[in-house]
């Protein structure tokens, strides 16, 4: 019995956890830089509202409709329309000499 359908279906699962892993750190990445962001508007927000600047306040709306568009516009150009499955070929099992 030969080993190596066995061996090249382990190397293509390990491929294909290898890109899902690189591809979970940049979601992260992604979901951490717009937690900052939203973090950064909630502070603004609260800094507007205490010093009770309407100019403040305006250019905050207009801060959150740009950052908002923005974040929009990224999820929309980073989501496939159809995202591909990975396909895992499984070896056949090798025929016995024996049989």
Do not use: C, F, K, Y
Not at 63 to 71: D, F, I, V, W
Not at 77 to 95: Q, S
């Amino acid at each position: 019995m030969s080993l190596q359908p066995l061996i090249a279906a382990l190397t293509t699962m390990t491929n294909a956890l290898t890109l899902l892993t690189a591809e979970v750190a940049a979601n992260r990445t992604v979901v951490e830089s717009a937690v900052t962001l939203l973090n950064g508007l909630t502070d603004a927000l609260h800094q507007a509202l205490e010093s009770d600047d309407e100019e403040a306040m305006q250019g905050l709306v207009t801060e959150l409709q740009a950052q908002t568009a923005a974040l929009a516009n990224a999820v929309a150009a980073n989501t496939p329309a159809d995202p591909e499955p990975v396909v895992v070929p499984v070896p056949e099992p090798a025929a016995d000499p024996a049989a």
